[in-house]
């Protein structure tokens, strides 16, 4: 009866370990078991596939020889912790080698099998691919560097706000460098700030009515460039605000004081140029007058003296021709100045 019962449990407790032996095979994560010593005892299917080695090719192999030589510190560390009874498991990532020379990241959680008696008897590990991810990752972050080259070497000032009260009121969550430039702030300090609060014009100017319908509708809007007082100074800026999907505001601004100034400038100077060409004209128009009207001032002042040379002493005539030719001197003194106001004209 003893002998049937032992021949039983030993039966049981092979079936035991076959069904546990199948179920690491089956697992869709890599399962090894190595040696004390660093010498793979058994590997199941998915870390045979991962790797691209045979059981048995791997079971003539230690674990470093599949660490990639940048990652070979990281095992032997984790060895030692481990058999130093630091903890029953540890989790980390390291790099292995594939039999085809390529290079995989993986996520492995090792932990350290003990007799009755506490002895080491071999380090159990789950191995996961996590290439894909860290890849994922590695373009995130390619991408976000981009994207922030990008946002900070724009010309145009680009500011990002967010809104938690559906749009009754924007917080600013980044600006780029064009856009401190322009707000002539840094960043530390307006970050985090309401939109009233940085610009506090903005309701009057009609921006924060441009910005709540953007909000509401989705649907993108121009600003046109308006006054904004930024550090007591004032500035015209343009805006086009829109929406991104993630809820966002964005509002990207251009300053436009410097040629707005020129305009003026420019308005001015058309302005003096015309009144000068006026001035022009018209005494170009009065020394014509004043030549024509000299010429008959000497004629009448001419022919007045001749008249008087002809007429009788202290007589009525010689009084109303001396009145004649009084008043045509100061006709001709008066052609003079309208003469020289010509020639200051054309000057």
């Given amino acids: 009866v003893t002998l049937r019962r032992t021949a039983a449990v030993e039966t049981a ?19 090894v078991m190595v040696s004390p010593e660093g010498i793979f005892l058994q590997a199941n299917t998915a870390f045979c596939d991962m790797l691209g080695y045979a059981e048995m090719e791997l ?3 230690h674990f470093q020889a599949i660490t990639h030589p940048d990652d070979a510190h990281i095992g032997p ?10 903890g029953d498991q540890d989790q980390f990532e390291k790099r292995y080698r594939r039999k085809d020379g390529s290079s995989i990241h993986v996520l492995l ?14 380090f159990f590990t789950q191995a996961q691919d996590i290439t894909a991810r860290r890849e994922g990752e590695k373009q995130l972050s390619a991408s976000e560097r981009r994207f922030r080259e990008l946002f900070d070497n724009m010309g145009p000032g680009v500011a990002i706000f967010d809104s938690t009260d559906d749009g009754q009121s924007f917080t600013l969550r980044d600006m780029n460098q064009s856009g401190l430039a322009v707000a002539r702030r840094q960043k530390a300090t307006i970050v985090g700030r309401d939109i009233k609060s940085l610009l506090p014009d903005i309701e009057e ?12 509708t989705g649907n993108a809007a121009r600003h046109p460039a308006t006054v904004f007082t930024q550090v007591e100074k004032e500035l015209w800026i343009e805006t086009f605000v829109y ?4 809820g966002e505001m964005v509002a990207i601004f251009e300053d436009q004081t410097e040629q707005r100034r020129a305009e003026s400038e420019r308005e001015r100077l058309e302005r003096q140029l015309f009144h000068t ?9 009065a020394g014509g007058i ?10 009448i002042i001419g022919f007045t003296e001749l008249a008087l040379d002809d007429t009788e002493k202290n007589s009525a005539m010689e009084a109303n021709l001396m009145e004649i030719y009084t008043a045509g001197k100061r006709a001709r003194d008066l052609v003079k100045q309208i003469l020289a106001f010509a020639r200051q004209s054309g000057e």
């Fill in 59 to 61: 079971k003539a192999m």
């Fill in 205 to 216: 100017a009609g921006l924060l009515e441009v910005f709540s319908s953007v909000w509401r």
């Fill in 290 to 299: 004043a030549h024509d009207f000299n010429n008959i001032l000497a004629s």
């Fill in 77 to 86: 560390d984790v060895v030692k912790r481990l058999l130093r009874g630091e």
């Fill in 243 to 246: 929406k991104l999907p993630s």
């Fill in 109 to 122: 959680t090792t932990s350290l099998v003990k007799d009755s008696g506490g002895q080491p008897l071999f």
């Fill in 13 to 31: 407790l092979r079936d035991s370990q076959q069904l546990l032996t199948n179920a690491i095979d089956k697992a869709p994560i890599g399962m």
């Fill in 277 to 285: 060409q006026k001035l022009e004209s018209v005494g170009t128009l």
